[in-house]
Protein backbone atom coordinates (compact mmCIF):
# COMPACT_ATOMS: atom_id res chain seq x y z
CA UNK A 1 0.00 0.00 0.00
CA UNK A 2 2.79 2.54 0.92
CA UNK A 3 4.00 1.82 -2.95
CA UNK A 4 0.80 2.78 -4.57
CA UNK A 5 0.24 5.82 -2.09
CA UNK A 6 4.16 6.74 -3.40
CA UNK A 7 3.28 5.81 -6.83
CA UNK A 8 -0.13 8.46 -6.63
CA UNK A 9 2.38 11.17 -4.51
CA UNK A 10 4.88 11.01 -7.85
CA UNK A 11 2.17 11.19 -10.41
CA UNK A 12 0.78 14.47 -8.43
CA UNK A 13 3.74 15.85 -8.89
CA UNK A 14 4.40 15.39 -12.29
CA UNK A 15 1.34 16.62 -12.97
CA UNK A 16 1.71 19.37 -10.93
CA UNK A 17 4.62 20.25 -13.42
CA UNK A 18 3.66 19.01 -16.73
CA UNK A 19 -0.35 19.53 -16.56
CA UNK A 20 -2.25 16.75 -18.91
CA UNK A 21 -2.77 17.74 -22.15
CA UNK A 22 -6.15 18.07 -23.60
CA UNK A 23 -6.04 16.38 -27.40
CA UNK A 24 -7.95 18.15 -29.37
CA UNK A 25 -9.71 15.81 -32.74
CA UNK A 26 -7.92 16.93 -35.62
CA UNK A 27 -10.16 17.87 -38.53
CA UNK A 28 -9.84 15.26 -41.53
CA UNK A 29 -10.94 16.13 -44.79
CA UNK A 30 -14.36 13.83 -46.15
CA UNK A 31 -15.51 15.83 -48.96
CA UNK A 32 -13.56 16.87 -52.22
CA UNK A 33 -13.75 19.83 -53.82
CA UNK A 34 -11.73 23.42 -52.99
CA UNK A 35 -12.99 26.31 -51.78
CA UNK A 36 -14.46 28.16 -54.63
CA UNK A 37 -13.33 31.89 -55.10
CA UNK A 38 -12.22 34.00 -57.60
CA UNK A 39 -8.80 36.31 -57.48
CA UNK A 40 -11.56 39.03 -57.66
CA UNK A 41 -13.11 38.14 -54.08
CA UNK A 42 -10.55 38.67 -51.78
CA UNK A 43 -6.46 39.77 -51.59
CA UNK A 44 -5.58 36.57 -49.06
CA UNK A 45 -7.41 34.59 -46.69
CA UNK A 46 -7.05 31.25 -44.46
CA UNK A 47 -8.91 29.24 -42.02
CA UNK A 48 -7.94 27.54 -38.70
CA UNK A 49 -9.12 25.02 -36.87
CA UNK A 50 -9.02 27.33 -33.28
CA UNK A 51 -8.40 23.99 -31.00
CA UNK A 52 -6.45 21.54 -32.81
CA UNK A 53 -4.27 25.06 -34.81
CA UNK A 54 -4.91 22.92 -38.33
CA UNK A 55 -5.06 25.02 -41.43
CA UNK A 56 -7.91 24.28 -43.76
CA UNK A 57 -7.86 26.62 -46.23
CA UNK A 58 -5.39 29.42 -47.12
CA UNK A 59 -4.72 31.40 -50.06
CA UNK A 60 -1.77 34.44 -50.23
CA UNK A 61 -1.33 33.71 -46.33
CA UNK A 62 1.47 35.23 -46.50
CA UNK A 63 1.20 38.21 -48.21
CA UNK A 64 1.44 41.49 -46.96
CA UNK A 65 -1.31 43.76 -46.50
CA UNK A 66 -2.59 47.18 -44.37
CA UNK A 67 -4.38 46.03 -42.10
CA UNK A 68 -6.06 48.87 -41.63
CA UNK A 69 -8.30 49.08 -38.02
CA UNK A 70 -7.66 44.83 -37.75
CA UNK A 71 -4.03 46.77 -36.18
CA UNK A 72 -6.89 47.79 -32.61
CA UNK A 73 -6.47 43.97 -31.69
CA UNK A 74 -2.76 44.76 -30.94
CA UNK A 75 -3.18 47.44 -29.40
CA UNK A 76 -6.30 46.05 -27.06
CA UNK A 77 -3.83 43.22 -26.05
CA UNK A 78 -0.51 45.07 -25.16
CA UNK A 79 -3.11 47.74 -22.67
CA UNK A 80 -4.82 45.04 -21.42
CA UNK A 81 -1.20 43.11 -20.71
CA UNK A 82 -0.85 46.07 -18.94
CA UNK A 83 -3.62 45.10 -15.99
CA UNK A 84 -5.69 48.89 -16.48
CA UNK A 85 -8.24 49.50 -13.49
CA UNK A 86 -11.00 48.76 -15.94
CA UNK A 87 -13.73 50.92 -13.60
CA UNK A 88 -11.54 53.65 -13.46
CA UNK A 89 -12.80 56.97 -15.09
CA UNK A 90 -10.44 58.72 -17.86
CA UNK A 91 -10.47 61.73 -19.87
CA UNK A 92 -10.73 61.48 -23.43
CA UNK A 93 -8.16 64.82 -24.74
CA UNK A 94 -7.68 66.26 -28.23
CA UNK A 95 -4.04 64.51 -28.41
CA UNK A 96 -6.14 61.43 -29.04
CA UNK A 97 -7.90 62.64 -32.23
CA UNK A 98 -6.05 61.06 -35.49
CA UNK A 99 -9.34 61.14 -37.68
CA UNK A 100 -11.61 58.57 -39.49
CA UNK A 101 -14.07 56.65 -36.99
CA UNK A 102 -14.17 58.30 -33.37
CA UNK A 103 -16.37 58.17 -30.85
CA UNK A 104 -18.07 61.24 -30.75
CA UNK A 105 -17.53 62.71 -27.50
CA UNK A 106 -16.07 66.62 -27.25
CA UNK A 107 -12.21 66.93 -25.37
CA UNK A 108 -12.20 65.80 -21.93
CA UNK A 109 -15.30 63.77 -22.21
CA UNK A 110 -14.84 60.85 -19.14
CA UNK A 111 -15.69 57.16 -19.12
CA UNK A 112 -14.66 54.32 -17.59
CA UNK A 113 -11.16 51.89 -19.41
CA UNK A 114 -14.14 49.13 -20.43
CA UNK A 115 -15.94 52.04 -21.77
CA UNK A 116 -13.28 52.77 -23.95
CA UNK A 117 -11.82 49.20 -24.62
CA UNK A 118 -15.33 48.85 -26.07
CA UNK A 119 -15.57 51.84 -27.89
CA UNK A 120 -12.43 50.82 -29.67
CA UNK A 121 -13.43 47.44 -30.73
CA UNK A 122 -17.14 47.09 -30.90
CA UNK A 123 -17.46 50.59 -32.74
CA UNK A 124 -13.41 50.50 -33.92
CA UNK A 125 -13.58 54.13 -32.23
CA UNK A 126 -9.99 55.72 -33.38
CA UNK A 127 -9.96 58.06 -30.58
CA UNK A 128 -10.54 55.60 -27.91
CA UNK A 129 -7.80 53.08 -29.88
CA UNK A 130 -4.98 55.87 -29.13
CA UNK A 131 -5.92 56.71 -26.12
CA UNK A 132 -4.09 53.40 -25.10
CA UNK A 133 -1.22 55.13 -25.72
CA UNK A 134 -1.14 57.97 -23.29
CA UNK A 135 -3.29 56.15 -20.73
CA UNK A 136 -0.84 53.08 -20.22
CA UNK A 137 2.16 55.47 -19.02
CA UNK A 138 4.12 54.33 -21.81
CA UNK A 139 3.18 57.48 -24.66
CA UNK A 140 2.15 56.60 -27.74
CA UNK A 141 5.39 56.09 -28.95
CA UNK A 142 6.57 53.74 -26.48
CA UNK A 143 3.25 52.02 -26.82
CA UNK A 144 3.72 51.63 -30.61
CA UNK A 145 7.56 49.80 -29.60
CA UNK A 146 5.84 47.75 -26.98
CA UNK A 147 3.21 46.29 -30.23
CA UNK A 148 5.87 45.46 -32.36
CA UNK A 149 7.65 44.12 -29.52
CA UNK A 150 4.87 41.40 -28.46
CA UNK A 151 4.23 40.70 -32.37
CA UNK A 152 7.86 39.53 -32.62
CA UNK A 153 6.75 37.76 -29.06
CA UNK A 154 3.86 36.16 -30.90
CA UNK A 155 6.29 34.65 -34.04
CA UNK A 156 5.35 37.77 -36.78
CA UNK A 157 8.32 38.64 -38.47
CA UNK A 158 6.12 41.12 -41.29
CA UNK A 159 3.80 42.68 -39.08
CA UNK A 160 4.76 45.97 -38.32
CA UNK A 161 3.36 48.91 -36.76
CA UNK A 162 3.10 52.40 -36.79
CA UNK A 163 0.22 53.91 -35.14
CA UNK A 164 -2.11 52.76 -32.62
CA UNK A 165 -5.71 52.99 -34.49
CA UNK A 166 -4.65 51.83 -38.28
CA UNK A 167 -4.61 54.87 -39.96
CA UNK A 168 -0.90 54.40 -41.05
CA UNK A 169 -1.01 52.90 -44.52
CA UNK A 170 2.64 52.00 -43.56
CA UNK A 171 1.16 49.05 -40.86
CA UNK A 172 1.53 45.72 -42.06
CA UNK A 173 0.67 42.13 -41.68
CA UNK A 174 -0.17 38.83 -42.88
CA UNK A 175 -3.52 36.92 -42.82
CA UNK A 176 -1.64 33.96 -41.44
CA UNK A 177 0.06 36.60 -38.65
CA UNK A 178 -3.31 38.13 -38.34
CA UNK A 179 -3.86 34.50 -36.99
CA UNK A 180 -1.53 34.58 -34.44
CA UNK A 181 -2.58 37.95 -32.88
CA UNK A 182 -6.34 37.19 -33.26
CA UNK A 183 -5.96 34.62 -31.34
CA UNK A 184 -3.84 36.14 -28.56
CA UNK A 185 -6.43 39.03 -28.25
CA UNK A 186 -9.28 36.47 -28.16
CA UNK A 187 -8.01 34.56 -25.57
CA UNK A 188 -8.24 37.60 -23.02
CA UNK A 189 -11.63 38.00 -21.72
CA UNK A 190 -11.36 41.92 -22.09
CA UNK A 191 -11.33 42.05 -25.65
CA UNK A 192 -13.43 38.96 -26.72
CA UNK A 193 -15.93 39.93 -24.84
CA UNK A 194 -16.28 43.24 -26.91
CA UNK A 195 -15.26 41.46 -30.27
CA UNK A 196 -18.20 38.92 -29.74
CA UNK A 197 -20.81 41.67 -28.42
CA UNK A 198 -23.08 43.16 -30.55
CA UNK A 199 -24.40 46.25 -29.10
CA UNK A 200 -23.05 48.66 -26.03
CA UNK A 201 -24.27 51.12 -24.48
CA UNK A 202 -22.53 53.45 -21.75
CA UNK A 203 -22.94 56.62 -20.25
CA UNK A 204 -20.38 59.48 -20.54
CA UNK A 205 -20.06 60.40 -16.88
CA UNK A 206 -19.19 64.16 -16.96
CA UNK A 207 -22.64 65.16 -19.43
CA UNK A 208 -24.86 61.80 -18.76
CA UNK A 209 -24.69 61.52 -22.33
CA UNK A 210 -25.88 57.74 -23.16
CA UNK A 211 -23.80 56.58 -26.02
CA UNK A 212 -24.93 53.18 -27.87
CA UNK A 213 -22.72 51.16 -29.94
CA UNK A 214 -23.40 48.67 -32.97
CA UNK A 215 -20.33 46.26 -33.86
CA UNK A 216 -19.26 46.82 -37.21
CA UNK A 217 -19.36 43.09 -37.48
CA UNK A 218 -22.42 42.65 -39.40
CA UNK A 219 -21.99 38.69 -38.84
CA UNK A 220 -22.81 39.50 -35.41
CA UNK A 221 -26.07 41.65 -36.23
CA UNK A 222 -28.06 38.63 -38.10
CA UNK A 223 -28.83 35.94 -35.97
CA UNK A 224 -30.07 33.61 -38.60
CA UNK A 225 -26.88 33.32 -40.68
CA UNK A 226 -26.08 30.18 -39.05
CA UNK A 227 -23.00 31.73 -37.24
CA UNK A 228 -22.26 31.78 -33.33
CA UNK A 229 -19.89 34.51 -33.35
CA UNK A 230 -17.04 34.22 -30.51
CA UNK A 231 -14.64 36.80 -31.45
CA UNK A 232 -13.83 39.67 -34.70
CA UNK A 233 -13.08 42.85 -35.39
CA UNK A 234 -12.83 44.58 -39.01
CA UNK A 235 -11.06 47.56 -40.61
CA UNK A 236 -11.15 49.24 -43.70
CA UNK A 237 -9.30 51.60 -45.59
CA UNK A 238 -9.15 52.62 -49.13
CA UNK A 239 -5.81 51.37 -49.66
CA UNK A 240 -6.54 48.11 -48.16
CA UNK A 241 -9.83 47.85 -49.07
CA UNK A 242 -12.53 45.91 -46.57
CA UNK A 243 -10.39 43.20 -43.96
CA UNK A 244 -12.18 41.10 -41.21
CA UNK A 245 -11.00 38.88 -38.47
CA UNK A 246 -13.61 36.47 -37.10
CA UNK A 247 -13.75 33.88 -34.70
CA UNK A 248 -17.39 31.18 -35.68
CA UNK A 249 -18.76 27.82 -34.64
CA UNK A 250 -21.83 26.27 -35.95
CA UNK A 251 -23.41 27.04 -32.41
CA UNK A 252 -23.06 27.78 -28.83
CA UNK A 253 -22.80 24.72 -27.91
CA UNK A 254 -20.62 23.54 -30.91
CA UNK A 255 -16.75 22.84 -30.74
CA UNK A 256 -15.93 22.98 -34.56
CA UNK A 257 -14.48 26.82 -34.06
CA UNK A 258 -12.72 28.26 -36.73
CA UNK A 259 -10.35 31.14 -36.65
CA UNK A 260 -10.89 32.64 -40.19
CA UNK A 261 -9.00 35.95 -41.89
CA UNK A 262 -10.28 37.61 -45.15
CA UNK A 263 -8.24 41.02 -46.61
CA UNK A 264 -8.73 43.21 -49.38
CA UNK A 265 -12.11 42.36 -50.13
CA UNK A 266 -13.74 44.84 -52.83
CA UNK A 267 -16.76 45.28 -50.35
CA UNK A 268 -18.40 44.83 -47.29
CA UNK A 269 -21.01 42.49 -48.29
CA UNK A 270 -18.05 40.61 -50.05
CA UNK A 271 -15.80 40.28 -46.96
CA UNK A 272 -18.76 39.18 -44.84
CA UNK A 273 -20.23 36.72 -47.34
CA UNK A 274 -16.43 35.02 -48.53
CA UNK A 275 -16.30 34.58 -44.74
CA UNK A 276 -19.69 32.91 -44.14
CA UNK A 277 -19.01 30.92 -46.92
CA UNK A 278 -15.43 29.93 -45.68
CA UNK A 279 -17.00 28.62 -42.40
CA UNK A 280 -19.55 26.88 -44.06
CA UNK A 281 -17.45 25.49 -46.29
CA UNK A 282 -14.98 24.17 -43.57
CA UNK A 283 -17.69 22.44 -41.76
CA UNK A 284 -18.69 20.87 -44.73
CA UNK A 285 -15.66 19.48 -45.92
CA UNK A 286 -14.00 18.57 -42.54
CA UNK A 287 -14.59 16.12 -40.43
CA UNK A 288 -13.90 16.37 -36.56
CA UNK A 289 -14.77 12.86 -35.38
CA UNK A 290 -10.71 12.09 -35.05
CA UNK A 291 -10.64 9.05 -37.57
CA UNK A 292 -8.62 9.87 -40.74
CA UNK A 293 -10.92 9.40 -43.91
CA UNK A 294 -10.48 6.06 -45.96
CA UNK A 295 -13.80 6.84 -47.68
CA UNK A 296 -12.21 10.20 -48.84
CA UNK A 297 -9.30 7.86 -50.37
CA UNK A 298 -11.54 5.80 -52.02
CA UNK A 299 -13.52 9.06 -53.83
CA UNK A 300 -10.09 10.64 -54.58
CA UNK A 301 -9.71 7.62 -57.41
CA UNK A 302 -12.61 7.98 -59.21
CA UNK A 303 -11.61 9.49 -62.26
CA UNK A 304 -13.04 13.08 -63.61
CA UNK A 305 -15.69 12.52 -66.18
CA UNK A 306 -16.99 9.61 -64.08
CA UNK A 307 -20.79 8.69 -64.00
CA UNK A 308 -21.58 7.43 -60.23
CA UNK A 309 -24.39 6.13 -58.64
CA UNK A 310 -25.46 4.81 -54.79
CA UNK A 311 -26.69 1.49 -55.04
CA UNK A 312 -30.26 2.30 -53.20
CA UNK A 313 -30.92 5.35 -55.92
CA UNK A 314 -31.48 5.74 -59.18
CA UNK A 315 -29.90 9.07 -59.43
CA UNK A 316 -26.92 9.49 -60.93
CA UNK A 317 -23.93 12.43 -60.59
CA UNK A 318 -20.98 12.69 -63.07
CA UNK A 319 -17.58 13.89 -61.46
CA UNK A 320 -15.40 16.80 -62.06
CA UNK A 321 -12.64 18.00 -59.82
CA UNK A 322 -14.41 16.71 -56.72
CA UNK A 323 -17.35 17.96 -57.28
CA UNK A 324 -20.50 15.92 -58.23
CA UNK A 325 -23.33 17.09 -60.77
CA UNK A 326 -26.58 15.65 -60.47
CA UNK A 327 -27.82 14.51 -63.70
CA UNK A 328 -32.18 15.86 -63.71
CA UNK A 329 -32.85 13.51 -66.15
CA UNK A 330 -32.46 10.63 -68.48
CA UNK A 331 -32.24 12.57 -71.21
CA UNK A 332 -28.74 13.41 -70.37
CA UNK A 333 -27.91 10.18 -70.76
CA UNK A 334 -29.37 9.55 -73.48
CA UNK A 335 -27.53 13.16 -75.32
CA UNK A 336 -24.43 12.82 -73.64
CA UNK A 337 -23.53 9.89 -72.39
CA UNK A 338 -25.30 6.96 -74.40
CA UNK A 339 -23.09 3.70 -73.73
CA UNK A 340 -21.53 4.92 -70.54
CA UNK A 341 -21.13 2.89 -67.86
CA UNK A 342 -22.43 3.86 -64.56
CA UNK A 343 -20.19 2.97 -61.44
CA UNK A 344 -22.16 2.25 -58.17
CA UNK A 345 -20.17 3.06 -55.43
CA UNK A 346 -20.70 3.00 -51.37
CA UNK A 347 -23.33 5.78 -50.79
CA UNK A 348 -20.47 7.60 -48.56
CA UNK A 349 -18.21 7.49 -51.53
CA UNK A 350 -20.73 9.48 -53.24
CA UNK A 351 -21.27 11.78 -50.53
CA UNK A 352 -17.34 12.85 -50.14
CA UNK A 353 -17.86 14.87 -53.34
CA UNK A 354 -19.43 18.12 -53.06
CA UNK A 355 -22.49 18.94 -54.37
CA UNK A 356 -22.21 21.70 -57.40
CA UNK A 357 -25.23 22.59 -59.53
CA UNK A 358 -27.36 20.23 -61.64
CA UNK A 359 -25.33 19.08 -64.74
CA UNK A 360 -26.67 21.15 -67.90
CA UNK A 361 -26.75 21.01 -71.48
CA UNK A 362 -23.90 22.78 -73.25
CA UNK A 363 -24.31 26.20 -74.99
CA UNK A 364 -25.59 25.77 -78.82
CA UNK A 365 -28.31 22.93 -77.96
CA UNK A 366 -31.41 23.50 -79.16
CA UNK A 367 -34.35 22.42 -76.54
CA UNK A 368 -38.12 21.77 -76.33
CA UNK A 369 -40.25 20.59 -74.02
CA UNK A 370 -42.96 17.84 -74.66
CA UNK A 371 -45.48 19.53 -73.72
CA UNK A 372 -44.51 23.16 -75.54
CA UNK A 373 -43.97 24.43 -78.95
CA UNK A 374 -41.06 26.84 -78.24
CA UNK A 375 -37.76 26.11 -79.24
CA UNK A 376 -34.91 27.51 -77.11
CA UNK A 377 -31.42 28.14 -78.21
CA UNK A 378 -28.97 27.71 -75.18
CA UNK A 379 -26.30 30.97 -74.88
CA UNK A 380 -24.03 31.74 -71.90
CA UNK A 381 -26.45 28.95 -70.05
CA UNK A 382 -29.53 30.87 -70.90
CA UNK A 383 -32.61 29.88 -73.14
CA UNK A 384 -33.16 32.06 -75.73
CA UNK A 385 -37.21 31.27 -76.76
CA UNK A 386 -36.81 31.15 -81.32
CA UNK A 387 -39.67 33.79 -81.56
CA UNK A 388 -40.77 31.87 -85.74
CA UNK A 389 -40.13 29.29 -87.93
CA UNK A 390 -38.38 32.25 -90.29
CA UNK A 391 -35.53 32.71 -87.38
CA UNK A 392 -35.30 29.21 -86.88
CA UNK A 393 -34.78 28.26 -90.40
CA UNK A 394 -32.70 31.20 -91.18
CA UNK A 395 -29.58 30.36 -88.72
CA UNK A 396 -29.30 27.28 -90.92
CA UNK A 397 -30.79 24.69 -87.89
CA UNK A 398 -32.53 21.67 -88.98
CA UNK A 399 -35.46 20.17 -86.83
CA UNK A 400 -33.94 16.88 -85.75
CA UNK A 401 -31.28 18.59 -83.63
CA UNK A 402 -33.79 19.65 -81.17
CA UNK A 403 -33.59 17.77 -77.88
CA UNK A 404 -37.00 17.56 -76.02
CA UNK A 405 -36.68 17.51 -72.42
CA UNK A 406 -39.01 17.70 -69.88
CA UNK A 407 -40.53 21.40 -68.75
CA UNK A 408 -38.90 21.00 -64.92
CA UNK A 409 -35.56 20.75 -66.57
CA UNK A 410 -35.81 23.95 -68.82
CA UNK A 411 -37.76 25.66 -66.11
CA UNK A 412 -34.08 25.34 -64.24
CA UNK A 413 -32.76 27.94 -67.03
CA UNK A 414 -33.02 31.70 -66.91
CA UNK A 415 -34.56 32.88 -70.09
CA UNK A 416 -32.05 35.82 -72.48
CA UNK A 417 -33.40 37.61 -75.41
CA UNK A 418 -35.34 35.95 -77.62
CA UNK A 419 -34.22 35.14 -81.26
CA UNK A 420 -35.81 36.84 -84.34
CA UNK A 421 -34.92 37.92 -87.87
CA UNK A 422 -33.64 40.60 -87.35
CA UNK A 423 -31.28 39.76 -84.09
CA UNK A 424 -29.49 36.67 -85.33
CA UNK A 425 -26.35 38.50 -85.65
CA UNK A 426 -26.55 38.09 -82.17
CA UNK A 427 -26.50 34.22 -81.81
CA UNK A 428 -22.96 32.63 -81.45
CA UNK A 429 -23.52 29.40 -83.15
CA UNK A 430 -20.74 27.14 -81.53
CA UNK A 431 -19.40 23.91 -83.12
CA UNK A 432 -20.35 20.84 -81.72
Not at 72 to 87: I, M, N, S
Not at 109 to 126: E, R
Request: net charge negative.
Amino acid sequence: MKYLRFFCSLLTAVFAVFPIAVFAAVPNRVVLGDFAFTEKDFTSAIVMDVNSKEILFEYNADKAWVPASLTKLVGALVFTERQPAWDAIVALQEVDEVGGGRLRVDSGATLSIQDLMYSAIVGSANNAATSFGRLSGLGVDGFIVAMNRKVRDLGCTTSYFEDLAGMDVDNRTTAREMLAIASAAFARPEIQRPASTAEYSFIIRNTGELKKLTNTNDLLLKPDNGLYVTGGKTGFLYESLNNLVVRVKPTASDTRELLIVVLGSPSRADMFATAERLANWSWVSYSWDGAPSSVLAEAAQIPDGTLIKKPDSPAVWYIWKGKKYILLDGVFLDHYFSGVPILTAPAAVVEAFASARPYTFDDGELLKSPTNSVVYFVQHGMLRPISSEAAFLSMGWDWHQIVIAPQFVLDTYSQGLAINTLNTDSVLLTSR
